[in-house]
């Protein structure tokens, strides 16, 4: 006998969209979470980029990355 759970499925990619949001910034991909402060960063080319305290450290963070500084 097969179960069709399709159902569940869509329901938990429903709710994980609900609390994640990927946004391109420039040549990063940052992961915004709803229940999260901190912003994971990750550079188009795929390298872990770092973790942002916050949506306003974005900018430091990247600026960091690109000059070899802390992670």
Do not use: C
Request: glycine share 12%.
């Amino acid at each position: 006998m097969v179960s069709d759970d399709a159902g569940g499925q869509d329901a938990t990619r429903d709710a994980v969209a609900a609390l994640l949001l990927l946004e391109q910034f420039g040549d990063y991909v940052l992961v915004f979470h709803a229940d999260r402060d901190r912003v994971p960063v990750f550079a188009a080319s795929r390298r872990w980029g770092g973790e942002a305290a916050s949506p306003d450290a974005i900018g430091t963070l990247i600026e960091d990355f690109e000059n070899g500084g802390p992670r």
